[in-house]
């Protein structure tokens, strides 16, 4: 398979755009600025992993785990999951070219109208013809589809059987999973999904729409030079009007010295680093003299977003993934998720749920019975370590990913030179008891028993987790509100209240300015395509052969 990322010994000087990050909103700025013929360099501070390189087996997996918490540091700085272990809340988040996307279930969902309807929102982006041709755009690009067979698979069968305890139809749900095989808008041609559930760790088939695959590989191919093991820890200016991006060699990159601090400069600079590599590089940059907002750090959200599961019920639910090449003959798992309760709350969107049915991936198999002994079901979970995961109690095992609404007030800032999460409020957010009770309906329907957290015996405690971190640069209408404008660009604090740094933007899931109760992946997307558009029409450039579509092709391209 085609490498996408080259040598750090290759890196230039300077570029005219320098892209951190490789997720969905620097993945989109990548191809978008390639397109438009701009020298483009990505620099990414995980490993390109391709498509089969993915863990397989447990003992792939620990290399692949990075924690990191007050006390602790364990595993690679390059490792594929990277958990933070907080006082307050842990976090995991993706860590590799392509970002969450490798990891991610693909869940592609719209939020409410309602929740753009709130004032916290610009009103220029709010009531922008752009934001939807965004969505238009990432829809093309990310090709958010329903498996076909969706209502066959045990998983979703067995959220059917239990649903009526919430008196809510199950639907199926749109991931970016190719189906069939095809030539994606990038050219890349993608295998049809195997439906193995492995999505959550890593697609060895090709069959997720992953950054990599899509943004990425079209960055790549209009002439973006993109870089692994490259830490960027913070921007200064560079007295010409231009930025400087200092980074950081990683461990493990090919021909490069780790620890080296390497330095390049751009006009543009596009952070895409996440809520935490965005929020963390621009506390840092603040540090080093940048004026920003005082609100930077501010407003962090974890999208009201739990994993739980349901353990010794009497369906067959079949929720653990088989890999590919499958360890299993003869079974149908499915896309990791494949259907969801949706409950709407027609008074309150803040109260409104989704809850997703979800596959735990092959390679962790070997650990469930380790996890769930501190439950008191040794010998349950030694009738499954006899027979496979696939076969006894833990086929009875519900995985559920459930996502609403929190009040976003987290706080990330730097503690030394360690970025930290304080949100001492976190456990008691109302969220967590509306879950916890639809959930535990849903699991008592099948007869068996909620476990909101196999983990909480161990150094994981009793704190909430998520997977979904949002804010931190939040958008807002001037400096004394948000981190960024509605397109992106970073306020300069002690200049006018709206007065930005030239060549300065954010696009990822740190602009969020609240939780968005959907999946985040398809809009953090779509918001950074309608960042581009904006600044494509700014800085009177065009992106060649893209388009959102017919009609809704916005006037500046
Ligand atoms: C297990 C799991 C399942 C999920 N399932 C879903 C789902 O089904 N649907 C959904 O919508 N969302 C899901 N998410 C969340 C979703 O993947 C994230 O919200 C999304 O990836 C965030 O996109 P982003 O562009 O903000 O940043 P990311 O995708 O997090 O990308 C940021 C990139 O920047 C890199 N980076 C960070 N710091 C630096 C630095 N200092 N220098 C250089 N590079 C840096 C990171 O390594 C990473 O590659 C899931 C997440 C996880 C972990
Ligand atoms: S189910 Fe398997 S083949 Fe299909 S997208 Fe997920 S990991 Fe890839």
Known sequence: MRRLARSLRHVRPSYDAVVVGSGYGGGVAAARLARAGKRVAVLERGREIAVGEFPRRFSDLRHDLQLSGRHARLGSPTGLYDVRLGEHMHILVGCGLGGGSLINAGVALRPDPRVFADQVWPRELAHDPLLEAGFLAAARWLRPARDPGAYERSKL???????????????????TVS???IVNPAGVTQPACTLCGDCCGGCNVGAKNTVALTYLSDAAAHGAHIFTHAKVRHLTRDGTGGW??????QPGAPEAEAETLLTVSANLVVLGAGTLGSTEILLRSRREGLALSERLGHRFSANGDIIAFGWGGKL???????????????????ATVSGQIEIVDAGDVGKSLTIQEGALPSAMAPILPVLFLPNGRLLGALQSLISGVYQGPFAGLQTFFAVSHDSASGQLWLEGDRLELHWPGARDEPVYARLDAALEALVRQAEGSYVKNPLAGTMMGHQP??????????????HHEGVVNHKGQVFAAGAGANDVHVGLYVMDGSIMPRSLGANPLLTITALAERAMLHMAHDHGFSFEGVSTSSEAQPAIM
Request: aromatic share 4%; proline share 8%; hydrophobic share 45%.
């Open 157 to 175: 069968q067995a959220l059917r059987r239990v649903s009526t305890a919430l008196a809510v139809e199950p639907v199926a749900a749109p991931v």
């Open 316 to 334: 067959s639910v079949g929720a653990i993934g088989i890999g590919a090449p499958p360890k299993l003959k003869d079974c149908v798992v499915g």
């Open 465 to 478: 987790a998520t997977a979904h971190p949002l804010g931190g640069c939040g958008i807002g209408r001037d």
């Open 179 to 181: 189906f069939q095989e």
């Open 244 to 249: 400087q991006v200092h980074f950081a060699v």
